[in-house]
């Protein structure tokens, strides 16, 4: 059974940078790909960033473009969001979540989900 579990969320001022961390237990990932996604209070969850597990792919949402990087260290069965310039719009829950094949930005797509990270952004 997949497990996953995110770190880094906290509060940080507007142009200040996080580094979120999902610790991903319980299968090889090497055929998988995994996604980034958030949900701030009475929005819809929406997807951030994703990368296949090979490192060879990455996909950004629009709004995170130039500004967030998405990564994996497979010897530590982790992947990171690194998180600068960030806006108070980026306050959200963030969730990782994993799928089994190709890149997706459908959150509907992914299978198993972590617990989540606050991020807070201060203006």
């Known amino acids: 059974q997949v497990q996953l579990v995110e770190s880094g969320g906290g509060l940080v001022q507007a142009g200040g940078s996080l580094r979120l961390s999902c610790a991903a237990s319980?299968?090889?990932?090497?055929?998988?790909?995994m996604g980034w996604f958030r949900q701030a209070p009475g929005k819809e969850r929406e997807f951030v960033a994703a990368?296949?597990?090979?490192?060879?792919?990455?996909l950004y949402a629009d709004s995170v473009k130039g500004r967030f990087t998405i990564s994996r260290d497979t010897a530590k069965n982790t992947v990171y969001l690194q998180m600068n310039s960030l806006k108070p719009e980026d306050t959200a829950v963030y969730y990782c979540?994993?799928?089994?094949?190709?890149?997706?930005?459908?959150?509907?797509?992914?299978?198993?989900w972590g617990q989540g990270t606050q991020v807070t952004v201060s203006s």
């Open positions: 990368i296949k597990w090979s490192g060879a792919m990455t």
């Open positions: 979540a994993v799928r089994m094949g190709r890149l997706s930005q459908n959150e509907a797509d992914f299978g198993s």
């Open positions: 319980g299968r090889t990932f090497s055929s998988y790909a």
